[in-house]
């Protein structure tokens, strides 16, 4: 069973910054887009942003400008950089990974917790 595992959440102020990293497993990564959910509560998942393998980005309008996602080919990790974090952005992130980038994610991570205290 592939494996995303997440880390990098936790409670932070508005205004304030957050770094998610994912590792995945070299096969997947490798092949793979990979993104990042998020879901709120009473809220229907969403994308945030995702990465092909050539570096082509994706984020949803309520994120851009803020967040940057990235990818480290060498550690096979995706990181996403969050700043000026808004109350709004609370949520269980996910780590995803897709096999195109213009598809759904196959595989997610457990989730990790983002609370931005107002």
């Known amino acids: 069973q592939v494996q995303l595992v997440e880390s990098g959440g936790g409670l932070v102020q508005t205004g304030g910054s957050l770094r998610l990293s994912c590792a995945a497993p070299?096969?997947?990564?490798?092949?793979?887009?990979m993104g990042w959910y998020r879901q709120a509560p009473g809220k229907q998942r969403e994308l945030v942003a995702s990465?092909?393998?050539?570096?082509?980005?994706l984020y949803a309008d309520s994120v851009k400008g803020r967040f940057t996602i990235s990818r480290d080919n060498a550690k096979n990790t995706v990181d996403l950089q969050m700043n000026s974090l808004k109350f709004e952005d609370t949520a269980v992130y996910y780590c995803?990974?897709?096999?195109?980038?213009?598809?759904?994610?196959?595989?997610w991570g457990q989730g990790t917790q983002v609370t931005v205290s107002s």
């Open positions: 070299t096969n997947i990564f490798s092949i793979s887009t």
């Open positions: 995803t990974a897709q096999r195109w980038f213009s598809g759904k994610p196959m595989t």
């Open positions: 990465m092909s393998t050539s570096g082509r980005t």
